[in-house]
């Protein structure tokens, strides 16, 4: 029998026991791996996986996509506008040289309220040749009272009193036309009449409003029909909307809708429709609604562009709470349990349209088909929407 020193048999047991050592090693080393080849291969289809603790501590929970009772909605789009009778071009009659201009744009003027003065030869001949007509007028019309009393008195000849009748209903005619256009001009009769002649005239507002645009200058010639500034009264503003041909006949007078204006922080504004055109516009295949703005506290100009949601009554609709939807580069999405295994959750993020938002839900349209009875992440989604992105920040 062959005996062992004690130096060799310490050899031995040293050798055993390193064999033992790097075999646990390369166990827990594989383990390790097997555990991120899992993370890894999740990430890579898009998944992110959470651990059950990590969702407890963050507040994460989950729950199904529902159907509720929202209003329903129609989307359109369309500018400021308003009527035709609260917008006006001012213009003259008769052209001359601009003396004195009184407004600038943006300024409020009332209906009548004088914006310029013009200066023009034939000004001054107007006004002298109805001071005329009226001397003319006042010698017919006592020649037209005498043969008046004459014939009464059996005394005058019937001829004599048809030529003097005649001859009183034209020049009657004539001085009442000559005064209509003095007041057109916006020269007062009654002045004239009393040897008041003026050589400026008066551009006087048509309508109570705020000045636009000025196109004259001191000096100008001002044209006759070529407008001189325009005012504009936004007391009346309204939204022209377009509604598509599938969507007209759910519009009618007396709906209720919410205005979006982008230029004034999404701010959101009320209104009712009330008129819906009969002819569409163009080739659009659109239809031209108008709504009156019920409040017009944000000094609206016309012609900026709105976004509106014309409220067509309730339908029932798949929603989810506003916290499960978190939006990314310009899109909304919303997070859904795509694994569950003891200890992790695996989630894949899904693009969703969205619609209405009321009671703390919102009207979602998944744009691909998901799961009967998917579980969804409805509170915390921020928190899942960060980690994807920090690992997609890590990859790059």
Same mark, same amino acid.
């Given at each position: 029998?062959?005996?062992?020193?004690?130096?060799?048999?310490?050899?031995?047991?040293?050798?055993? #026991?390193?064999?033992?050592?790097?075999?646990?090693?390369?166990?827990?080393?594989?383990?390790?791996?097997?555990?991120?080849?899992?993370?890894?291969?999740?990430?890579?289809?898009?998944?992110?996986?959470?651990?059950?603790?990590?969702?407890?501590?963050?507040?994460?929970?989950?729950?199904?996509?529902?159907?509720?009772?929202?209003?329903?909605?129609?989307?359109?789009?369309?500018?400021?506008?308003?009527?035709?009778?609260? &917008?006006?071009?001012?213009?003259?009659?008769?052209?001359?040289?601009?003396?004195?201009?009184?407004?600038?744009?943006?300024?409020?003027?009332?209906?009548?309220?004088? #914006?310029?003065?013009?200066?023009?030869?034939?000004?001054?001949?107007? %006004?002298?040749?109805?001071?005329?007509?009226?001397?003319?007028?006042?010698?017919?019309?006592?020649?037209?009272?005498?043969?008046?009393?004459?014939?009464?008195?059996?005394?005058?000849?019937?001829?004599?009193? %048809? %030529?003097?009748?005649?001859?009183?209903?034209?020049?009657?005619? &004539?001085?009442?036309g000559m005064e209509k256009q003095l007041q057109q001009v916006g020269?007062?009769?009654?002045?004239?009449?009393?040897?008041?002649?003026?050589?400026?005239?008066?551009?006087?507002?048509?309508?109570?409003?705020?000045?636009?645009?000025?196109?004259?200058?001191?000096?100008?010639?001002?044209?006759?029909?070529?407008?001189?500034?325009?005012?504009?009264?936004?007391?009346?503003?309204?939204?022209?909307?377009?509604?598509?041909?599938?969507? #007209?006949?759910?519009?009618?007078? $007396?709906?209720?809708?919410?205005?979006? #204006?982008?230029?004034?922080?999404?701010?959101?504004?009320?209104?009712?429709?009330?008129?819906?055109?009969?002819?569409?516009?163009?080739?659009?295949?659109?239809?031209?609604?108008?709504?009156?703005i019920k409040a017009n506290k944000y000094h609206l100009i016309p012609g900026m562009y709105v976004t509106a949601l014309?409220?067509?009554?309730? %339908?029932?609709?798949?929603?989810?709470?506003?916290?499960?939807?978190?939006?990314?580069?310009?899109?909304?999405?919303?997070?859904?349990?795509?694994?569950?295994?003891?200890?992790?959750?695996?989630?894949?993020?899904?693009?969703?349209?969205?619609?209405?938002?009321?009671? $703390?839900?919102?009207?979602?349209?998944?744009?691909?088909?998901?799961?009967?009875?998917?579980?969804?992440?409805?509170?915390?989604?921020?928190?899942?929407?960060?980690?994807?992105?920090?690992?997609?920040?890590?990859?790059?």
């Amino acid at each position: 029998m062959k005996r062992i020193s004690i130096g060799g048999l310490a050899l031995i047991i040293i050798s055993v #026991l390193a064999f033992a050592s790097c075999g646990g090693k390369k166990e827990t080393t594989t383990t390790e791996k097997t555990s991120v080849n899992k993370e890894e291969k999740a990430e890579e289809g898009g998944l992110i996986t959470l651990t059950k603790e990590q969702m407890e501590a963050v507040g994460i929970e989950l729950g199904g996509i529902e159907r509720k009772n929202l209003t329903a909605v129609i989307r359109a789009s369309g500018q400021l506008a308003v009527p035709p009778q609260n &917008r006006a071009d001012v213009n003259v009659l008769f052209g001359g040289i601009v003396q004195h201009i009184y407004v600038m744009e943006g300024q409020n003027v009332r209906k009548g309220q004088t #914006l310029a003065l013009l200066e023009n030869a034939d000004f001054i001949k107007l %006004q002298q040749d109805y001071l005329a007509a009226k001397g003319g007028f006042s010698y017919v019309q006592q020649e037209y009272q005498r043969q008046q009393a004459l014939k009464a008195a059996d005394a005058g000849t019937g001829k004599m009193y %048809q %030529q003097a009748a005649a001859n009183f209903n034209a020049e009657r005619a &004539r001085l009442a036309g000559m005064e209509k256009q003095l007041q057109q001009v916006g020269i007062s009769p009654a002045s004239v009449a009393r040897g008041n002649i003026t050589r400026l005239i008066p551009v006087v507002a048509p309508i109570s409003g705020t000045v636009g645009s000025i196109h004259i200058n001191t000096g100008s010639y001002a044209e006759p029909a070529k407008p001189l500034m325009d005012i504009v009264d936004n007391s009346k503003i309204h939204a022209d909307l377009t509604v598509y041909e599938k969507d #007209l006949f759910k519009v009618r007078n $007396g709906q209720s809708v919410r205005f979006i #204006l982008t230029n004034l922080g999404n701010q959101e504004i009320y209104g009712e429709i009330y008129g819906v055109n009969k002819s569409f516009e163009g080739e659009t295949k659109g239809i031209i609604v108008h709504a009156a703005i019920k409040a017009n506290k944000y000094h609206l100009i016309p012609g900026m562009y709105v976004t509106a949601l014309i409220d067509i009554g309730q %339908q029932e609709t798949p929603a989810v709470p506003v916290d499960a939807i978190v939006r990314a580069e310009g899109k909304d999405y919303i997070f859904v349990a795509s694994s569950e295994e003891a200890e992790t959750v695996s989630f894949r993020k899904e693009e969703v349209a969205t619609g209405v938002s009321e009671l $703390g839900f919102t009207q979602i349209t998944p744009l691909e088909e998901l799961p009967s009875g998917a579980k969804i992440i409805t509170k915390g989604a921020f928190y899942v929407l960060a980690k994807s992105q920090g690992s997609e920040e890590e990859e790059k």
